[in-house]
């Protein structure tokens, strides 16, 4: 048996990001060492438990702790790999919206996906009016029109359901 590779697991679906925090501690212990480990075994099936856990668990990957950027309503639905590739470890990526949304516009773009239905005179402004340099990650600026405005005591728009 010596240099013969074992295979433990059959192959897993990956999963969201979301998908794997809505598994709360106390159900962890309700769930098979497969699924605990659904998202980990996919590429270290062939690993001692060991190299990862060491003599404790380890605490739910953070991506607000790990990264900076909390994942929201779309991106938490994605698997990692849509957005770092699938090359491990993973790499830090842009945060700027349009690095991966290339061909997001004012016509392409609904705005509403963010919670925030602009209104008509926002509408017709460009993203960069609000959102300084594109940077998607910060509150957006108001002073660039209005005097004594700011976000999110004044809306551009009306709040939506996602």
């Known amino acids: 048996m010596h240099g013969t590779k ?3 697991f059959p192959p897993i679906k990956r999963i969201s990001y979301s998908e794997r925090n809505k598994i709360s501690d106390v159900s962890k212990a309700k769930l098979s060492f ?17 190299k990862c856990h060491g003599d404790k668990e380890l605490v739910a990957f953070d991506h ?7 994942l929201k309503s779309y991106h938490a639905k994605l698997t990692c790999q849509k ?3 699938s090359k491990i470890p993973f790499v830090n990526i842009d945060r700027n919206c ?7 516009n004012n016509e392409t773009f609904k705005h509403s996906v963010t919670g925030l ?14 959102h300084t340099e594109n940077n998607f ?5 108001c002073d660039g029109c209005h005097e004594g405005y700011a976000y999110p005591k004044q809306k551009p728009g009306k709040l939506v359901s996602k």
């Open 64 to 70: 607000l702790r790990s990264s900076g950027w909390a």
């Open 34 to 50: 497969k699924e605990q480990h659904k998202n980990c075994i996919s590429c270290h099936k062939n690993d001692k438990c060991i």
């Open 117 to 130: 239905r602009l209104d008509e005179t926002h509408t017709d402004m460009s993203c960069e009016d609000c």
């Open 98 to 104: 349009v690095s991966c949304h290339k061909d997001w």
């Open 83 to 85: 957005c770092h590739g």
């Open 137 to 141: 990650a910060v509150k957006p600026v």
């Open 6 to 8: 074992i295979e433990i």
